[in-house]
């Protein structure tokens, strides 16, 4: 049986503002090495053996720990960043009937939860999670999703449901879409996660640092 939570989880050590998330941990070291410091480990169990996620896991962690101020989510594998010691963990609404929410809390990590719908982000709010991620804001190709794109009207209502928590903006955010998702927020508080802006632009790193600079105002 998961354990109850019975107080918040550890804050954020620092603002969200441009947040990749990318396929594996040669990614965020490279993301790190160019200045980005909340980034998110998606790196899926199709297709990898047990011993492939942990050394990705592992290998993410360790890059983190040698950036001063880095903020490392592990998406899902959240018994492996726990053995790890990651900073932070994302999950997803099926993951809270599964994983030791408890645990988690009580070893310091940080925990951010996926949100559709406002009575998932009741849910979640309802753990006291680092941050909140909303989405999908735009369609998104990269990820079958049963829900309809939430919009920038939308993004914003919710975002203010979700206080006190940061909020991070998710699904189909390019870097000529950033600014108005970013509008919609909370500078200096909430966040933009982005995918394929980053992993699939001719110059990567360029499409980093414009993240960077947009995020920054």
Not at 3 to 15: C, H, K, N, R, V
Not at 48 to 64: F, G, Q, Y
């Amino acid at each position: 049986m998961n354990s109850t939570p019975l107080a918040s989880f550890a804050p954020l050590t620092g603002p969200i503002g441009f947040y990749p998330v990318v396929h594996d941990a040669a990614w965020v070291r490279r993301l790190l090495g160019w200045g980005v410091r909340t980034v998110q480990l998606r790196f899926k169990a199709d297709g990898h053996t047990p011993a492939e996620i942990e050394r990705e896991v592992r290998a993410a962690v360790e890059a983190s720990r040698s950036v001063p101020g880095a903020q490392v989510f592990i998406n899902d594998h959240w018994q492996l960043a726990l053995a790890a010691g990651a900073y932070g963990v994302h999950l997803g609404q099926e993951d809270l009937d599964t994983a030791d929410i408890g645990a988690l809390r009580d070893a310091g990590l940080r925990l951010g939860l996926s949100t559709h719908t406002p009575d998932e982000l009741a849910r979640a709010q309802a753990v006291q999670p680092s941050y909140l991620a909303i989405g999908p804001v735009y369609p998104t190709t990269l990820k079958v999703m049963p829900y309809a794109p939430v919009g920038l009207e939308r993004l914003t209502a919710w975002a203010a449901l979700a206080a006190p928590y940061p909020v991070v903006a998710i699904g189909g955010i390019s870097l000529e879409r950033l600014p108005g998702v970013l509008a919609c927020l909370r500078g200096g508080v909430d966040g933009a996660a982005v995918v394929s802006a980053v992993t699939l632009a001719a110059d990567p790193q360029q499409a980093a640092l414009d993240g960077l600079r947009l995020a920054a105002g």
